[in-house]
């Protein structure tokens, strides 16, 4: 016992090592945005005067937060509505073009980002959704369109065909079937790919830094990271880590209450190469 | 890429006899109603991908052989000249020198860290799911504002490492991480791995715990050693997932714009300029966009190229 203990000593030395490595920067971040720095609007002592610096910055945290939020509901929304339908097309029905679609759709994952952001950057301008939350989302939803039609895709082949089929006999349409049946039995699929696209909308940097040119539109990533560069030469350390705390918690928290769902969507062959 | 897991689901659940189909006289108008309610759930998905990816996708092309001004808009053919342009651009080789460099290292230290990271926390020993969140956690901060945090933390006034490192008495005066070209790429490095090891680590993760514990228990029985149960029975059997790690992250590595943009801004002395900071700056600074598009063109097809390359290795490794 006493051997079998000391034989797991050094593994667990080396995992809290690396767990302390792990933590450090986020734990630093956040104690760095509150305390005393030389240039900041946090002088001396402990407090909040570098997220009052955020707060008026520019156009104001609260306009950005609020372009974030929406940029991220409207993403989420999208990708969820388009994957949810697709999937369950791909899954349970035989059309023409269907095979080609499917393909197509995963093709989007081999394209770069940023072969595809100069064209849309003019198309969306032909559509009037240049500088535009929407267009900016529409793009974000379309690069979620890979990963989530494909864990929609499996979530409804997941689903025993004898239960769609019940709810057919007793006279519900597919759509009732899809809407009644299906939905409550694909939840853990829709929680999945609605965090994926929640973060990459909420973190998007490029996408953004290319199709929104007015600073009052920006979304908080990019705001923080123009307040780096603007602050008239002086550097303001302190508030763009107060920036980084706003960024982070929501998708830390968001993370640590869906961790399980997430976890699981992968394990169950998501990722099966 | 990944479509073969459906496929095999489907196979071995051969389609029931559906009740729509018991009654002949019904089958053929049912069938072809189905027909019609399936492209009805896929035409969201075909209106997205057409407007959003085929169309751009084409467009980019156009554009790549068109003189394309960012305000003027289209003013006529000029090819091959974007082409030729691209090439003369002293930054051209330098960017793609420096980039493949950059993959290489991140590859390399990246999924050596994230198969490290998954070995310790594989066995359900207690503590295990408390290592995996936080080796995880990074992951779920977005990598501009990742980027943005390493920035504070890499600051020689007012960062905390360049005072770790002084205190320990290893350095003399403060430590400038984005000064020299190695020191900042060094630097973006470590922000990388310790963004995305935690990502990589569950990947190896399904892959460890889909092979089956007898296999172990045989090797073991036989005498062998950890090393030797590592190197010919979990290298070999984890492959198919270090095979999707590698495709993953030299895809994402190769199209690296966030970290140094935010990071080093493509310095000191343009030494950590991307490829598609290339793209970025051809279009957005010196406001060429059929430039830009030429340098996408040529992005993708080295991309697409890389791709078939590795799938072709793949799946001969695969039948040997």
């Not at chain 1, 450090?24 to 900041?40: D, E, H």
């Not at chain 2, 991140?106 to 995996?132: D, I, K, Y």
Request: hydrophobic share 50%.
């Amino acid at each position: 016992m006493l051997t079998r203990a000391l034989g797991r000593t050094p593994h667990y030395v080396v995992a809290a090592g690396l767990a302390v490595i792990f933590l450090f920067p986020l734990v630093w971040n956040a104690w760095a945005s509150v305390s005393a720095q030389p240039g900041t609007a946090q002088e001396s002592g402990y407090g909040l005067g570098n997220y009052r610096t955020l707060l008026d910055y520019d156009a104001g945290l609260w306009r950005y937060l609020g372009n974030s939020a929406l940029v991220s509901v409207l993403t989420v929304a999208l990708t969820l509505g388009v994957s949810l339908l697709g999937g369950y097309a791909f899954a349970r029905f035989e059309f023409p073009g269907k095979n080609l679609l499917f393909l197509l759709t995963l093709a989007i994952l081999m394209v770069p980002y940023a072969t595809l952001l100069i064209p849309l950057y003019v198309l969306l301008g032909r559509l009037h959704l240049q500088n535009s939350l929407l267009g900016l989302s529409l793009v974000l939803a379309m690069f979620q369109l890979p990963f989530a039609t494909f864990m929609m895709r499996i979530s409804f082949e997941a689903v025993p065909r004898e239960l769609e089929e019940s709810a057919l006999v007793d006279g519900c349409g597919t759509a009732g079937a899809l809407r009644r049946v299906m939905l409550p039995a694909v939840r853990p699929g829709l929680i999945t790919v609605g965090l994926f696209a929640f973060l990459a909308a909420w973190n998007d940097f490029i996408a953004p830094l290319i199709l929104i040119s007015d600073s009052q539109k920006a979304p908080l990533p990019l705001a923080v990271a123009n307040l780096r560069q603007q602050s008239m030469g002086a550097v303001d350390y302190g508030a763009t880590e107060a920036g980084v705390v706003v960024l982070a918690v929501p998708c830390l928290l968001l993370f640590l209450l869906l961790q399980r769902h997430y976890v699981r969507g992968f394990m169950s062959g998501a990722l099966k190469g | 890429m990944h479509v073969k897991a459906p496929d095999r689901a489907t196979a071995e659940h051969p389609p029931p006899t559906r009740p729509a189909d018991r009654s002949p006289r019904n089958a053929a108008p049912r069938r072809h109603s189905r027909r019609i309610q399936g492209l009805g759930y896929a035409a969201p998905t075909a209106v997205f991908v057409t407007v959003f990816f085929l169309l751009p996708l084409l467009l980019v092309g156009q554009m790549s052989l068109d003189d394309w001004p960012l305000l003027a808009g289209d003013q006529g053919v000029n090819a091959p000249e974007n082409y030729t342009d691209v090439m003369d651009s002293p930054l051209f080789w330098p960017a793609v020198r420096f980039t493949l460099l950059y993959t290489a290292v991140v590859t390399v230290v990246l999924l050596g860290l994230a198969l490290l990271l998954a070995l310790l926390v594989q066995e359900s020993r207690p503590g295990a799911g408390f290592f995996r969140t936080v080796y995880f956690l990074p992951g779920a901060v977005g990598l501009a504002s990742a980027s943005l945090l390493f920035w504070g933390l890499y600051s020689p006034t007012t960062g905390p490492l360049s005072r770790i490192l002084e205190h320990l008495g290893l350095v003399d005066d403060p430590v400038s991480f984005l000064g020299t070209p190695t020191s900042a790429l060094l630097s973006t490095v470590f922000l990388v791995v310790w963004k995305f090891a935690g990502f990589y680590m569950l990947i190896l993760l399904v892959g460890l715990q889909r092979i089956p514990h007898e296999v172990y228990e045989a090797a073991r029985m036989d005498g062998a050693s950890r090393g030797q149960i590592f190197r010919s029975i979990t290298l070999p059997l984890l492959r198919p997932s270090l095979a999707l790690s590698l495709l993953l992250c030299v895809t994402g590595s190769l199209l690296a714009f966030d970290q140094f943009f935010v990071l080093t801004k493509g310095g000191p002395d343009n030494s950590t300029v991307t490829v598609v900071q290339l793209i970025y700056r051809e279009a957005f600074q010196r406001l060429n966009l059929g430039t830009a598009a030429a340098l996408s063109i040529l992005v993708l097809g080295a991309l697409l190229l890389l791709n078939a390359l590795q799938f072709r290795g793949l799946r001969r490794s695969d039948e040997s």
